[in-house]
Structure formats: structure tokens, C-alpha cells
């Protein structure tokens, strides 16, 4: 496997050289067909690679593509690391990145423009790849980026509609403040340590002690950049907006893989977070509060992705509290078991809106189970998975991520239970007004329901398995399974710094959780089925917290009027004022300076003789009397 | 020798320019420019196989004055002299489509320019640099003040004299240095650098050269004559002017400031890292409200250059090397910036960003073009831009940790404005006028498939430039660091 490996990200990549430079001279089914070609191979040899990974005698090995940049003593290898951590990622970017692909041969079947979709998608694969392959932070960043770049491409895929141009350009600028912050980090890291290289930073950094400044500031710095990707407070407002993007796109990089990249990052860099316990608080408290915030915003979008949306913002924020209180391995599972479901749910409601004519809204569907059947089932799947229904996926890694916060805080562990409570009911309240209750769509739509093709229901039943059983790669001790995940990456994590929970905990927590699940359930459905109550219009909505809800707290209003608004005032203010007004007015004032002292130079020469002499006797005696003076 | 071929060919060509039949002029300037091109390559591979001596030469000019014909290409120069040498036919290539009046001037001029700026990379005597450094302003200006807009005569002026009034504060530095040689005086660089100036008449001479350097770059506050000037001057003058010229300012500090005044430098280094800091915020945040397209590069032009000061002044080798990397990234981004503002200008008669829009349905070709540029503008990974911004940075870190963080706003103000821009030019509803936009002719598409390439080869595989440039910056930076 070992010479093949450099091909996993080239393979994409030469899809998307090929698909670009053919272009429209392809016929018109088969740039859907490269680039799932490449990525399925792609995967092929990540399966490879996974296999060789497991073997007792395995050693994380170090490709080196060749030195990329050197000065002084900064040396950048182009190179990749294959180990434990690598390879799941592989298999999952490569594994729902080619079922996404499938999916969209068949989602994108009525635009004209498939090569310029399909290389986006593969130039997409291509940077996710570098991300997780790289073996030191700049070809970790090089990904980071590019994949920050095919979001931006593909958000504003159409690009003929502004509103969609301006969420491209959003995403790409919120992505670039935390990139920022994690470029600093890397300049620190270098500083440091004298090297950017993952193996060397990690050997150095165990020398150092426990919350060390430094340490600390490398974290935080990295962590900005995390925020910044995987939309977290206060960087999370593109994420909602982003959903402009076709469905699928949502569903491959703002689900399943490309947000989740924050949460890689920090999986990669254990040994640096272990080592700030500080730091780890933070993004404990800043995930805990984004699972939250984004949760009560979710409860009140009528935009069936918009709530998937909020959804995955507030997923990511459980991930995240995974990793400040030191569970890597459990943030990692959530990752894995996060984007079977929710690749699902959003090509599940991709199928819906493509049935609905481009219907988005969730207070114009309904009933929409006996038409569309497959969709109907794998989407329940889903809902149920990301609720938490054992034995599901979800139920799994959510069960291990509220386990190892209560050892580590218990009001953490209440609001981050209140926010799953919040997770079931916005996601049933999506679930039966989709497809129960009575049909609320126009004639024309109805009559154009129909279930999708196969194209597109295959990779949902394919993900619908996974998300059933993907949970067993991790289960709880009570099971007396063995934990596969947690063995599988215990050479990549340094320290494991969680606490795990007792065997009653556990047992109190499975019962509780599926109590309350069965009562969220029927709660809901008896108000949006039994009494057919449903979401209020626009101009109907009550003043006070639905209001605030419903508008996602203004918080981009916020930003508006605090960040956007001024910075256009201010390059106002300096071009006008500053520029123009001060600056080019002492350039433009030295002429006319210069002329006028010229002018008093210009008096003395007058060609009197008279006034020469005189004037030339003033100075004599002026010298004269200051040699008195001084001597 | 071969380095005086470089400089004297394309004044031969030049003059030849004048003198034969006008129409062909747009050809033979091509022509010769491409004979340059080889000539450099050859060069090159002389400089890599053989070393620096092969291209040194040394001949008596005015030995009284101890005034010198010393010319030589190290690791830094040879670099800028090929960034010169592939820009040149590229700027002449680009002004195919563009009929301008008196072309035989027009081309002349271009050469001229060529001549001089080779001359200003390779002179290793304090004059000669000083005479080409001069040299390069009368084309320059002729082309702004003859091909320009329609305020060209104001501006071009206030450019010729604010520069002019900076050259002339170097030459007195100059001159001051050179009595301070070693008996006979020289002006030979070996001489200047071994002056013995105290750190008093250093921190004086400093501000003597560094003005005269910050306004060709420009640095705030000195910068006022350059929007004006790159705004207003026909396509080709503004990619001169950007792409090349303004590296003047940036070499000269790093081949004449760095060594000859270390001491000025430790007292003002600090004052000049805060100007650079200034200029790169203060210049995004204007970029951010143009509407003139061409405005917006102009501007961008100022932060970006702004860093690549900051950068040599952080005297750490990384920040070196970057400067380097980025000047010929700058260089390459900043042409094809101009030309995609000269294609759209030419087809849809104005460069005011709200008039335009929609421009990506007619030529997919030009939109992926113009994103690769705008991407090695805003320093993407695997694109030119990205080497150079990094290891700028990393050199402003060591120096200072704020300061990078400062410096470093350029990473999202200049995504906001160059995104904005391309959404207002190229994105948006197709509308009537837009409609009127053509696709690429043959020698625009060489242009910027060129330029293109350019930016993503030299993006994954800067490691040959590094290379080069660093034995001759490491020798600077342990110079410095001897001083101090």
C-alpha cells in the first residue's frame, strides 16, 4: 500500500484537473462519473491503508513528497502521516465524500453546468485530504484552506443570485478571521519549538509542564482558527447562511467533513491541549454554549435545512466539550457517527426538496411519507439516530460525550442534557411536519411528488445502515463489548485526561435518556400531528422569545451594525479625511509653501545697489557684534 | 560581460524601436524582449553552475572620483533581474489589443524602462545605481504623462517631483557615505560598506536613503502620489510601475540601507515596522470602499507592499527570504490584476465596479483566471502569494508578536476586498451591458494562462527561488547580526 499512498489525494485532484480542462466537451453525464470514479478509488486504497494500519507491527509512517519551503532554519517538508488518526479520516472523507458524489449525479440532474459542479466537489476532496494527511501544520493549513476556498465556490455554485454570492463570501471571510488565529498559533508553535512538524512538536511539548504559558497560548490561538471552521461562538453565523449551496454540498462539507475539521485539528494536537487544562476550559464553556445557543435557535427555523443547519452547529459544539474535557477519542467518534447521520439528513431533505420543486420551507409540506417512501425511512433513521435512540449511532457517541462531562462538571452536564432534550424536539417537530399531518404544498407540487432515483437513494440507504450500526465501533463498558474506537486510536492520544463515568451512572443515564425520548416523541407528535398545530407565519410571530428565536437572537443584525457598518464608515472616514483631507493636503501644501518662501527670496533680490550695500553693512555688523557675544 | 549585455540590449533595442518603421513597433519590442528572456536564462544557468563571479564585471568610468562601471548579479538581484525580464514581455504581450498613439514611443519607452531597472538590480557601485535609479523615472513619467488618463498632467507631475525630491535626499546620503570611505574614496560597493559612519550620522543618512525608498515603494505616509498615478496611468505603466519599479525602493533597502547603515537601522527599525503596520491596515481598509477597480489594486498594492517592508525590517531571515518570495509574487499578481482591470475596461468602457457585474456567464475561462490571480492576491495556500505572506509573517513574529497580529489583518481585510470585488465585476445577474462582454482573444488568454501558471508553480515549488536568494541574505542578516 505504502507506494500508492500518495495517490489518495492526487487521484481527486487529477478528476478535478481533467474534468476542468474538458469541460463542457464531455458529454454530459460522465463528469459526474470521473469524479466519483476518483474519489471511489481514493477510497479504495484508504480501505488499504486502514487494513495495513491495523497490524500489530504498524509504525506511523512519514511520506515525503518533497521540501516545499525552507528558510534559515524553518524547514516544510511536503509530506503525509499515516497513522490510527489519518486513516479513519481517510475513510470517512473518502467513504461519504464518494456517496455524496453518487448522490449528486442524480440531484444534479437538471443543471447544465455538471463539470464546473463536479470539479468543485473533487478539488473539495482534494483539500480535505491534505487536511487530514498532512504531517505538519502547513500542509494541515494548505487543506485547511483550500477546503475553506471549495466551500466558498460551491456555497455560491449559483452565481447568478447575490444573496447567494454574499453567503459564499461570508463563509469565506468569517473562515479567514480564525485562520488568523490559527496562523499565529503555528508562528508560536515554530517559535517554540523550532520546527512545525507534528512529530517534533509533540516530542517537544512533553518536556514542557502543565499549563505553561506558552502552551496555553498555542492553544488558544489553534482554537481560534477551530472556531472559525467549525462554527463555533462567535465565528457560527456563516455556517446557516452557507445552506445556499445545492444540498449536497451541504451535506459533504457543512455536515459531514469540512466543519469537522476544527475538531480534527484538536484531535491531532492532543498532546498540546492536554498539556493546558486552561485552555481546555475554554473550549469546553465555548462549546457548551454554541450546543446550546445553536439548539434554542433550531427549535424555531421553518427552513428544513436551516434547522439541519443550526443542528450541526450545535452538534459541533457537543464535539467540542468532548475535547476540552479531555475525551479526544470520544470527540473523534461523534465526528464519525455525526457525519453518517447528518450526510443523511441533509441528502434526506435534499431528496425532499428536490420531490417539493425546490420547496424549502417546512410549513408548505407535510404528508409526504406514502410518496416518498425511501426518503420517508432513511430520514427516520436519521432523526432517530441524532436524537439518541439506542442502539443507534447517535445514541452511542452522545451517551459517551454526556458521560464524560459529568465527570468533569455537573451544570455542564445538566445544560448540554437540556440541550439534547432541545435536539429530539426540534428534530421530531422537523420530522412530522415533513412528512405527516395533511399535505400544505400547491397543486403543481403535488403533482410533481415522486421519490427520488436510485442514484440518490442508494447513498441514503447506505448511510442509513451506517448510522444504525456505526455506534458499535464504541461501546460503553456495561455492554461488556469491547470499545474498537477507543483501542484503535490509543496510540495517537497522549493523555486521555477524561474521567469515566460508574456502571450505575451509565444504566440511570440509557433509562432516563429513553423515558424522555419517548415522551418528546409523543409530545410532539400530538401537537404537530394530533392537533395539527403548525409553525406560525412570519408576520404572525408573537413578540418575545419566539421572536428572538425566530430571527436566531439578531446576532447578525449585531454584527452588522458593530463590525460591518463601521469598517465601511471607517474606510470612508480615511479616504476621505484622512487621504484626502490631511495626508495629500501637506504634499499638495509644499508647492505653494515653496513658492511662497521663494517669493521672500524673490523680494531680496530687487538689483538696487543701494539695498545690496545696505544690507550687506546690517550683516557685518551683525557678525561683528555675535562674535562679541560669544568670545 | 554577459551581465552588461543584459543591461545594454534593450537600449539597443530600445533606440531600434524608435528608429524602424512605426507599425512593426509593438513586434520588434516583443521580439527583443524575448531575446532578453533568453539571454537571462542563459544567465541563469551560468549563475547556478558557475557562481557569482561569472556575471561580475568591473570597468574605469571616472576613476577620479573613484566612480566605476561595477555591475554583478548575486542570489537577490538575479531574481528581480528575471522578474523584470519575464514581466516585460508579458506587459508588451498584454498591450496587443490596445492601439496607442506613436507606438514606436511608446514601445522605446518600455525598453528603455527595462534598461533601467536591469541596470538599478545589477549596479554594485553606489552611482551607477544612482544614475539608473534615476534613469528609470524619465520613462516611466513619459509614459504616464503621454498615454495617461485625463488628469495626467497634474499627477504625473505631483509622482515626477515627490519622487524626484526623494532621490535627490539619497544622493546626498550618498555622497556622504562616500567621504566617509576609506582613501582614495570610492563610490564601489565594497567602499560604502566599509565607511566608518557613527551610529549619530547613520540614524541621519538613514532617513536620507529610507525616504527616498519609501516613497518608490510606497510606505505611509508617503504614498499620497501613487493612487493617483496607478489609477491614471495606461495599463502598461501601472504594471511597470507596481510590478517592477516599486521593487527598487524594497531592494535598495535590502542591498544598500542593510549593510551600510545596521546602526540606523537598530535606532529607526522600530519607527519604520510601525509605518509598515499602519500602511497595510490603513491601505485595506481604504481598498474596501473604492469603486474604481483599478483604485482597489492600487491600494491593495500599498498593504501588500507594506508587509514586504515590515518583512526586510524584521531583519530575521525568514522575513528576508519572504520579502524576496513576494516581491516577485507581488510582481506577477499585481500585472495580471492590471490586465484583468485593462480587459474589462476595454470591453465594457469603465473600470466603476457597480456598473459591471455579471461578467462570469460570458467567459468562464476569464473567471477562472481571474480567480487564480485574485487567489495569489489573497495568498492562498499552494499559490505564489501564500510563500511569500507566510514567511513575512513568521519574520514580523520574531520581531514582534503584536505587531504580526497587526501586520497580519491583511489575511481578512484583504479577502474582504478582493471578494467583494470580484463578486460586484464578475458575479451577479447578467444584465444588458454585460452581455457585450467577449471572450478572451489569443495573446490576452497567453497572458494569463501564464501568469496563472506562474502563480501555482512558483506557489508549490518556491524552494528553487529560496535557494537562491539564500546565501546572499544570510550573509546580510549575520552581518547585521555581527553589528549589533
Not at chain 1, 474606510?571 to 521672500?600: C, H, M, R, W
Request: with cysteine; charged share 10%; glycine share 8%.
Amino acid at each position: 500500500m505504502h507506494q500508492f499512498i500518495w495517490l489518495i489525494p492526487i487521484l481527486p485532484l487529477v478528476g478535478f484537473i481533467l474534468i476542468g480542462i474538458l469541460n463542457k466537451r464531455l458529454p454530459i453525464q460522465w463528469s459526474g462519473g470521473i469524479a466519483s470514479a476518483a474519489v471511489f478509488l481514493s477510497f479504495l486504497i484508504s480501505l488499504g491503508v486502514f487494513k495495513e494500519v491495523q497490524m500489530d507491527n504498524f509504525v506511523p509512517e512519514r511520506i515525503v513528497l518533497f521540501n516545499w519551503i525552507s528558510a534559515g532554519n524553518l524547514t516544510i517538508d511536503f509530506a503525509f502521516l499515516i497513522d490510527q488518526l489519518s486513516a479513519i479520516m481517510l475513510l470517512v472523507v473518502t467513504g461519504v465524500g464518494f456517496l455524496i458524489h453518487i448522490y449528486s449525479i442524480g440531484y444534479m440532474h437538471h443543471e447544465t453546468d455538471h463539470p464546473r459542479f463536479f470539479s468543485y466537489l473533487n478539488l473539495f476532496i482534494f483539500f480535505m485530504l491534505l487536511l487530514v494527511m498532512g504531517s505538519n501544520y502547513i500542509v494541515m493549513f494548505a487543506g485547511w484552506e483550500g477546503v475553506g476556498l471549495c466551500s466558498y465556490l460551491l456555497i455560491g455554485f449559483w452565481f447568478k443570485n447575490t444573496e447567494y454570492n454574499n453567503a459564499a463570501k461570508k463563509a469565506f471571510i468569517m473562515n479567514r478571521i480564525g485562520d488568523l488565529g490559527f496562523l499565529l498559533g503555528v508562528f508560536l508553535i515554530f517559535m517554540t519549538f523550532g520546527s512545525v512538524s507534528f512529530k517534533e512538536v509533540f516530542e517537544g511539548a512533553k518536556q514542557f509542564s502543565s499549563n505553561d504559558p506558552t502552551i496555553t497560548a498555542i492553544c488558544i490561538l489553534l482554537f481560534i482558527g477551530a472556531i472559525g471552521k467549525s462554527a463555533q461562538l462567535p465565528l457560527y453565523t456563516w455556517l446557516p447562511d452557507a445552506m445556499a449551496g445545492p444540498t449536497p454540498v451541504s451535506a459533504l462539507i457543512h455536515a459531514a467533513t469540512m466543519v469537522t475539521a476544527g475538531i480534527y485539528m484538536v484531535v491531532r494536537s492532543n498532546v498540546l491541549f492536554a498539556l493546558s487544562p486552561y485552555a481546555s476550559e475554554i473550549i469546553a464553556i465555548v462549546g457548551l454554549a454554541t450546543a446550546f445557543f445553536a439548539a434554542t435557535i433550531g427549535l424555531k427555523q421553518n427552513d428544513i435545512k436551516k434547522v439541519l443547519a443550526y443542528s450541526t452547529v450545535s452538534q459541533l459544539g457537543y464535539m467540542f466539550v468532548a475535547l476540552g474535557v479531555g475525551a479526544y477519542d470520544t470527540a473523534l467518534f461523534h465526528v464519525i457517527t455525526h457525519a453518517f447521520f447528518k450526510a443523511l439528513l441533509f441528502l434526506g431533505a435534499g431528496s425532499v426538496i428536490h420531490a417539493m420543486s425546490g420547496e424549502q420551507d417546512i410549513r408548505r409540506m407535510g404528508a409526504l411519507k406514502g410518496k416518498l417512501p425511501i426518503t420517508h425511512l432513511t430520514f427516520l433513521i436519521g432523526t432517530l439516530a441524532i436524537a439518541g435512540i439506542p442502539p443507534l449511532a447517535g445514541f452511542f457517541s452522545k451517551d459517551e460525550i454526556l458521560a464524560v462531562t459529568h465527570g468533569y462538571s455537573l451544570p455542564m452536564f445538566a445544560l448540554l442534557s437540556i440541550t439534547s432534550v432541545l435536539t429530539a424536539v426540534y428534530m421530531f417537530r422537523l420530522y412530522w411536519l415533513v412528512f405527516y399531518g395533511n399535505f400544505r404544498g400547491t397543486e403543481h407540487q403535488k403533482t410533481h411528488l415522486h421519490e427520488s432515483p436510485y442514484s440518490m437513494t442508494i447513498p441514503l440507504m447506505v448511510l442509513a445502515v451506517l448510522s444504525t450500526i456505526g455506534g458499535f465501533i464504541g461501546m460503553p463498558e456495561i455492554f461488556h463489548a469491547p470499545h474498537l474506537l477507543k483501542e484503535f486510536l490509543q496510540p495517537i492520544i497522549w493523555k486521555s485526561i477524561a474521567h469515566h463515568p460508574s456502571h450505575t451512572f451509565e444504566y440511570t443515564m440509557i433509562a432516563v435518556s429513553i423515558v424522555l425520548l419517548i415522551i418528546i416523541i409523543y409530545a410532539t407528535y400530538h401537537t404537530y400531528v394530533k392537533r395539527g398545530q403548525l409553525p406560525e407565519e412570519d408576520k404572525d410571530l408573537p413578540a418575545g422569545i419566539p421572536m428572538l428565536l425566530t430571527n436566531k437572537y439578531y446576532v447578525d443584525e449585531i454584527y452588522n451594525t458593530l463590525i460591518t457598518r463601521p469598517l465601511d464608515y471607517m474606510s470612508g472616514f480615511f479616504s476621505t479625511y484622512i487621504e484626502k483631507g490631511f495626508i495629500d493636503k501637506i504634499v499638495n501644501g509644499t508647492g505653494p509653501a515653496l513658492q511662497g518662501l521663494s517669493g521672500v527670496l524673490r523680494f531680496a533680490q530687487t538689483g538696487n545697489i543701494g539695498g545690496y550695500v545696505f544690507s550687506m553693512v546690517v550683516g557685518i555688523i551683525a557678525i561683528l557684534l555675535l562674535t562679541l557675544i560669544v568670545y | 560581460m554577459l551581465t552588461l549585455v543584459l543591461i545594454f540590449f534593450p537600449l539597443l533595442a530600445a533606440l531600434g524601436t524608435l528608429i524602424l518603421p512605426r507599425d512593426n513597433a509593438k513586434m520588434y519590442s516583443f521580439i527583443s524582449s524575448l531575446i532578453q528572456l533568453g539571454l537571462t536564462a542563459y544567465a541563469f544557468t551560468l549563475f547556478l553552475t558557475q557562481g557569482v563571479d561569472v556575471l561580475a564585471a568591473n570597468y574605469e568610468w571616472v576613476p577620479g572620483l573613484g566612480i566605476s562601471l561595477q555591475v554583478g548579479l548575486d542570489g537577490i538581484s538575479i531574481l528581480l533581474v528575471a522578474l523584470t525580464n519575464i514581466l516585460i514581455p508579458l506587459i508588451i504581450l498584454s498591450s496587443f489589443r490596445n492601439n496607442y498613439s506613436n507606438p514606436s514611443a511608446f514601445y522605446g519607452l518600455i525598453l528603455l524602462m527595462q534598461f533601467a531597472l536591469i541596470g538599478v538590480f545589477s549596479a554594485l557601485d553606489g552611482f551607477l545605481f544612482y544614475v539608473f535609479w534615476e534613469l528609470a523615472l524619465i520613462p516611466i513619467w513619459f509614459i504616464c504623462l503621454m498615454w495617461g488618463g485625463e488628469e495626467r498632467i497634474r499627477i504625473t507631475l505631483k509622482f515626477f517631483i515627490y519622487t524626484l525630491a526623494g532621490s535627490l535626499l539619497m544622493l546626498l546620503g550618498l555622497i556622504f557615505v562616500y567621504l566617509q570611505t576609506p582613501a582614495p574614496h570610492s563610490f564601489s560597493i565594497e567602499a560604502l560598506y566599509q565607511a566608518s559612519l557613527t551610529a549619530e550620522m547613520q540614524g541621519y543618512i538613514f532617513w536620507c536613503f529610507f525616504l527616498a525608498f519609501a516613497i518608490k515603494i510606497p510606505v505611509f505616509p508617503f504614498h499620497t502620489w501613487q493612487p493617483d498615478t496607478y489609477t491614471d496611468a495606461p495599463a502598461q505603466g501601472s504594471m511597470l510601475l507596481s510590478g517592477i519599479m516599486l521593487k527598487m525602493g524594497i531592494y535598495g533597502i535590502i542591498r544598500w540601507m542593510l549593510p551600510i547603515l545596521p546602526l540606523g537601522i537598530a535606532e529607526w527599525g522600530n519607527c519604520v515596522m510601525i509605518l509598515c503596520a499602519i500602511s497595510i491596515v490603513y491601505a485595506s481598509v481604504i481598498a474596501i470602499y473604492q469603486k474604481d477597480f483599478k483604485r482597489l489594486i492600487a491600494y491593495s498594492s500599498i498593504a501588500h507592499v507594506g508587509l514586504i517592508t515590515a518583512g526586510v525590517f524584521s531583519l530575521s531571515i525568514q522575513g528576508l527570504q519572504g520579502s524576496v518570495v513576494q516581491m516577485l509574487a507581488h510582481g506577477i499578481n499585481v500585472v495580471g490584476l492590471f490586465f484583468i482591470a485593462d480587459i474589462i475596461q476595454r470591453r465594457m468602457k469603465t473600470r466603476q465596479m457597480d456598473s459591471l457585474g455579471g461578467l462570469a456567464n460570458n467567459s468562464p475561462l476569464f473567471s477562472i483566471l481571474f480567480i487564480i490571480v485574485l487567489l495569489g492576491s489573497v495568498a492562498l495556500p499552494l499559490t505564489n502569494g501564500f510563500v511569500g505572506e507566510f514567511l513575512l509573517l513568521l519574520g514580523v513574529y520574531s520581531y514582534n508578536a503584536w505587531l504580526a497580529a497587526i501586520c497580519g489583518l491583511t489575511v481578512i481585510l484583504g479577502a474582504v476586498y478582493m471578494f467583494r470585488a470580484y463578486q460586484k465585476v464578475m458575479l451577479g445577474e447578467v444584465h444588458e451591458r454585460s452581455v457585450e462582454f467577449t471572450g478572451l482573444a489569443k495573446s490576452e488568454k497567453i497572458v494569463l494562462i501564464i501568469i496563472a501558471a506562474l502563480i501555482i508553480v512558483c506557489g508549490v515549488f518556491p524552494k528553487p527561488i529560496l535557494s537562491i536568494a539564500q546565501p546572499a541574505l544570510e550573509e546580510i542578516v549575520l552581518n547585521l547580526q555581527g553589528v549589533n
